[in-house]
């Protein structure tokens, strides 16, 4: 196991514990940090572009008409900001991920989509779970230079309504990341009139962060071969001249894209190719079942 994706499975089983201790019978709150951190020890990887796009291009929903998956999922995405209790969100969450797997074919890839994320919102909430204070109180607590680090219960509280309504959104836009390719987004993207510059640099910016990404995976691979890595000494020398070499080579590539675009008369503008896709009744009805859904949740207390 790499030493990162240990510290990954620590952290986030860390977290999930500190979420239900105390709120739950004794073995639950363990048994949920465990499952967590096996989960996120195991590690993730880092897709292609055009991996994503594969999968975006043979999801069941490709057929549906780009601007309803757009903004249907922007729609849902704003209701889950406005839940005041986690269950609306982790609702909205499930059955985003339902829909993405398509009955579990897609679970290896949604899984390793979902890691990097996963650990962010882990170590954000993990500052809204634990205070400083200087007596011991609350549901837990840990020494820390004097004081103490104390678990109280409306912090758990706080945290489990973030972490919902983070996974609710994530489960939106992973929804629009795995149905909708990148040129259909960009069609939906002019059609509401937001300004070509945006548009082309937002490309930009999501090509050259995976192919950086798959020229890190190639130095580091080379580095290994020739027995770069080691001891710490000389973990630190690799790390250095690799991510050295990684920013010359992104200025090279940068130049001989723009090179090209030139040599081509490139008028500044990226266009896709695009086909029409009809607006179905069926389609229109599904995400309208799901707006009402989550907009009866709320008002019913959700």
């Given at each position: 196991?790499?030493?990162?994706?240990a510290l990954?499975?620590?952290?986030?089983?860390?977290?999930?514990?500190?979420?239900?201790?105390?709120?739950?019978?004794?073995?639950?709150?363990l048994?949920?940090?465990?499952?967590?951190?096996?989960?996120?020890?195991?590690?993730?990887?880092?897709e292609s572009?055009?991996?994503?796009?594969?999968?975006?291009?043979?999801?069941?929903?490709?057929?549906?008409?780009?601007?309803?998956?757009?903004?249907?999922?922007?729609a849902?995405?704003?209701?889950?900001?406005?839940?005041?209790?986690?269950?609306p969100?982790?609702?909205?969450?499930?059955?985003?991920?339902?829909?993405?797997?398509?009955?579990?074919?897609?679970?290896?890839?949604?899984?390793?989509?979902?890691?990097?994320?996963?650990?962010?919102?882990?170590?954000?909430v993990?500052?809204?779970?634990?205070?400083?204070?200087?007596?011991p109180?609350?549901?837990?607590?840990?020494?820390?230079?004097?004081?103490?680090?104390?678990?109280r219960?409306?912090?758990?509280?706080?945290?489990?309504?973030?972490?919902?309504?983070?996974?609710?959104?994530?489960?939106?836009?992973?929804?629009?990341?795995?149905?909708?390719?990148?040129?259909?987004l960009?069609?939906?993207?002019?059609?509401?009139?937001?300004?070509?510059?945006?548009?082309?640099?937002?490309?930009?910016?999501?090509?050259?962060?995976?192919?950086?990404?798959?020229t890190?995976?190639?130095?580091?691979?080379?580095?290994?071969?020739?027995?770069?890595?080691?001891?710490?000494?000389?973990?630190?020398?690799?790390?250095?001249?690799?991510?050295?070499?990684?920013?010359?080579?992104?200025?090279?590539?940068?130049?001989?894209?723009?090179?090209?675009?030139?040599?081509?008369?490139?008028?500044?503008?990226?266009?896709?190719?695009?086909r029409?896709?009809?607006?179905?009744?069926?389609?229109l009805?599904?995400?309208?079942?799901?707006?009402?859904?989550?907009?009866?949740?709320?008002?019913?207390g959700?």
């Amino acid at each position: 196991m790499k030493p990162v994706s240990a510290l990954s499975g620590i952290l986030g089983g860390f977290v999930a514990w500190s979420l239900f201790a105390g709120a739950l019978a004794r073995p639950l709150p363990l048994a949920a940090g465990a499952a967590v951190g096996l989960w996120l020890s195991l590690g993730h990887t880092h897709e292609s572009v055009s991996r994503t796009e594969q999968l975006a291009r043979t999801s069941a929903f490709f057929d549906v008409h780009p601007a309803l998956k757009v903004w249907g999922s922007c729609a849902l995405l704003l209701l889950c900001l406005f839940a005041a209790t986690p269950w609306p969100p982790l609702v909205l969450f499930a059955v985003m991920s339902a829909l993405i797997c398509e009955r579990g074919r897609r679970w290896h890839d949604y899984r390793a989509a979902l890691t990097v994320p996963a650990l962010f919102l882990a170590a954000g909430v993990l500052a809204l779970l634990w205070e400083y204070s200087s007596v011991p109180e609350g549901t837990a607590m840990i020494p820390f230079f004097g004081g103490w680090l104390v678990l109280r219960p409306a912090a758990q509280c706080t945290a489990r309504l973030v972490m919902a309504r983070a996974l609710g959104a994530l489960g939106c836009l992973y929804f629009i990341r795995f149905t909708t390719p990148v040129s259909e987004l960009l069609h939906v993207l002019r059609a509401a009139r937001i300004p070509e510059t945006v548009i082309d640099l937002a490309v930009l910016m999501y090509r050259y962060i995976f192919l950086l990404l798959e020229t890190h995976a190639a130095m580091r691979d080379a580095a290994a071969s020739r027995l770069g890595f080691g001891s710490f000494r000389r973990d630190l020398r690799t790390t250095g001249i690799l991510y050295g070499n990684l920013l010359a080579h992104s200025f090279r590539r940068a130049q001989a894209s723009f090179d090209a675009m030139e040599s081509r008369c490139a008028g500044g503008k990226l266009l896709f190719l695009t086909r029409e896709k009809p607006l179905r009744a069926v389609h229109l009805a599904g995400f309208g079942v799901l707006l009402v859904g989550m907009t009866a949740a709320l008002v019913c207390g959700g």
